[in-house]
């Protein structure tokens, strides 16, 4: 009895030990991680963000960190021993500092040196949220903002020492129960070093949306985006005819905005620094036009058919994807040079070679893609030389975001 007691204690010293050292190593892990520049690229794609270092994301309650370079998955919390259990009715008040009630969480990121969220916690109700910072490793939480009349948010922005919040209200604040007919939406503007929070003027109308935000020099520009008429699912009605992409420009100093331009025949590709890009159609021809925003010039820089819908900019390389019967092709086209090539070869939708680009940060071409080798959906990246030199087979695997 004497000799099972002491080995019972032995193997529950061991197994707290282990977990001792695993909670120490996660907190070294994640001490060690290298400050983030205030103006390192963060890039959120569908509830996951990238950045130089790795993939920030959200699973069963708790935020995860996956290195880019080792692979490795940490739970953003440094607690030793903690248990690492989420929000739940039994569990209304978890100690562990990853846990995000994740129901109603979104716009995370490792920006600068801190990390934030934006979520429903506080009991007001589902047209308010609230903005928090804490350290990389969960500690330190704090509430810096509220946004109010904020029922669902769209795609958020982190550039330069903004976080930008677009987002759609769907019901009526007044009764939460009656969808309106035509749905409002505005975007909430945070400066992270003062927390101060700016509105846009909002809009309503069939659809629409913020569809993307930016700030450049203090002023932040938007595209919205609607339907001039409504429809219904019964309807037949050609709705490229009625669906129109404005561009916006908003002055918080002088609280004016303006519009820049607008149409049925655009479409939206990418904000990068100083530059706007859209797709501006003239019959079957795509025309990829730039606005200077310091200029406020308009150039069409390029012209293409076949244009699937995405841009992505790595200085004077424009990155985008043309269809194929039965699959697509990526394509460059440099600014400088006025050139454009074929990246790799042709890519089928039935093969196992098909991804789609989530961010363009520094060295890397982050890709979703089906992993060949175990059929699984995966998200990853190839070096960016790899990816120009068409090397389309090394990329490497950091996250299966479907896995438990």
Known sequence: MIQHQKRFRLVAGIVAGTAIILALMSFFYLKSQKPLSPNEKVVSVFNQTFNNDGILFEKNGLLHFVDAKSGKDIV???????????????????????????????????????????????????????VYQADVNGANRKRIAELENVEFIENVTYVDEYLLVPYITQNDPDSPNVELEKPIVGMAAINLSTYEVTYIPTKEGYNPSIWQAHEYKGEFYYIYTYL??????????????????????????????????????????????????????????????????????????FQVTDFHTVLLVDGSNMIYLVDIENGQQWKLFNTNTQESRSIGGELYFDSFEDFGIDAVIEDKVYISYTDPKNGEFCKGYLSKQDFYDGQFDKRIPVLYPNRE
């Open 228 to 301: 001039d008429i409504k429809t219904n699912e019964d309807e037949t009605v050609d709705e490229q005819n009625h669906f129109f992409v404005e561009l916006y420009s908003y002055d918080p100093a002088t609280k004016s905005e303006t519009k820049l331009v607008g149409g049925n025949n655009l479409s939206f590709l990418a904000f990068d620094g100083v530059y706007v890009y859209l797709i501006e159609r003239t019959g079957e021809v795509n025309h990829v036009v730039q606005i200077n925003l310091d200029e406020g010039t308009k150039e069409a820089i």
């Open 76 to 130: 953003l919390c440094d607690k030793p021993n903690c248990p690492h259990e989420s929000y739940s009715f039994g569990n209304p008040n978890p100690v562990c500092n990853a846990a995000i009630n994740g129901a109603f969480m979104n716009g995370y990121a490792i920006y600068g040196d801190r990390l934030y969220f934006v979520a429903q916690t506080d009991g007001k109700g589902i047209f308010n949220k609230e």
